[in-house]
């Protein structure tokens, strides 16, 4: 059993604010346990998409790096390209983005890496041997950096069921190319809900998609399955095949985040941020009014306990009204499900633990 350690929401004074309750986190979970004196040391967080300002804020991002400055070791702050058309698709767009967002040197007081390089095509190969891979292509700054420390903001995701550290080690640590593997699922058209509005049109970075009569057309030999027309369409006339591409999405993930801790052993800590829990990625251009209220923010030595840890307390917590959770609003009644029904959140948990990611039993401890 693992522990994990929480600082609930809400202050009532200077020594209750977020500053305070990292530092608290990073002290009692064991930060200098992971990471070693002259450590290059990769943060990892989520930049977040233009037009998203759900992910975690760069000041709470400074005070985890400057945790890691007082052990001595040298902290840079990075994220990776994405597949879809945005801000994000290139280093030059991604680091425009991220100032954007704050994450600067004058803010962070670290430098700010792109890992996977200008296009996405700086990778190694690293062995997991799964059941889908054997290897996977890893961002190379991810690779060769001593020792890291991940910072998620734990959320829903509409095929996952929710985000957390395993998602973030998973898609988050991939190359271009690695989230291109990750992303073979390919979306099913309901063409009887489709009401040509264009919306999948626009949001489809492979212009793979067409009106062809009352309906659209998906090029499916074009499509990278990135899921964004399923994200962008407001008459959810695309849909996945739950059965098998969604299971197959989360197996992929998980042998992709095994891959990014492969050459890390006992070099890595976990912290997410149970706050602003909205009901999508931080990869899409917009977010949606929070399900439940926020929780607080966990830290752990094991990315699975951690996230069952999460979990667990969203499914405890009350839902909100009004937002995209249509029911289940009592505590201790399982949300993501309703959020994004069809998917099957738990999943992450067997896999990772089959992959040898940690355990999903944990104590979790107040600070």
Request: proline share 5%; with cysteine.
């Amino acid at each position: 059993m693992e522990d994990v350690y929480i600082a609930r929401a809400g202050a009532h004074g200077i020594k209750r604010n977020t500053e305070h309750k990292l530092r608290a986190l990073c002290e009692a979970a064991g930060l200098s346990s992971a990471v070693s004196e002259n450590d290059l040391t990769a943060v990892k967080v989520h930049f977040g998409e233009r037009g998203n300002d759900a992910f975690v804020n760069p000041m709470h991002v400074a005070s985890v790096a400057a945790e890691v400055q007082t052990i001595g070791a040298k902290p840079f702050v990075t994220d990776t390209n994405t597949l879809y058309v945005g801000g994000r698709r290139n280093a030059a767009d991604n680091l425009e983005t991220a100032a954007k967002h704050g994450f600067t040197w004058p803010v962070l007081s670290c430098p700010v890496l792109i890992a996977d390089g200008l296009k996405g095509t700086n990778f190694r190969e690293v062995e997991v041997y799964g059941k889908h891979f054997e290897h996977v292509k890893v961002a190379s700054d991810i690779v060769s950096a001593d020792s890291m420390v991940v910072i998620s903001h734990f959320k829903g995701h509409e095929v996952a069921g929710f985000g957390g550290a395993l998602k973030n080690l998973g898609m988050g640590y991939a190359a271009s190319e690695g989230k291109r593997e990750q992303h073979t699922t390919r979306p099913l058209l309901l063409p009887e809900k489709c009401i040509t509005c264009g919306a999948c049109i626009n949001a489809c970075p492979e212009f793979c998609i067409s009106i062809e009569g009352p309906s659209i057309a998906i090029d499916t030999d074009r499509c990278i399955g990135c899921l964004m027309c399923m994200n962008t369409c407001p008459q959810h006339a695309i849909d996945l095949d739950w059965q098998d591409d969604g299971v197959v999405f989360v197996e992929w993930m998980i042998e992709y985040a095994a891959g990014a801790v492969a050459n890390k052993t006992g070099k890595v800590f976990y912290i997410n941020f149970l706050t602003n829990i909205t009901p999508h990625c931080d990869c899409t251009p917009w977010n949606d009014t929070p399900f439940v209220p926020d929780i607080g923010i966990l830290a752990s030595r094991d990315p699975v306990a951690l996230d069952k840890a999460c979990y667990d307390l969203v499914n405890n917590a009350e839902g909100v009204h009004g937002t995209l959770l249509p029911d289940h609003h009592h505590a201790g009644e399982e949300k993501f499900t309703r959020v994004w029904p069809g998917t099957n959140p738990e999943l992450q948990f067997t896999i990772a633990e089959e992959m040898g990611l940690g355990r999903r039993e944990y104590r979790l401890k107040e600070i």
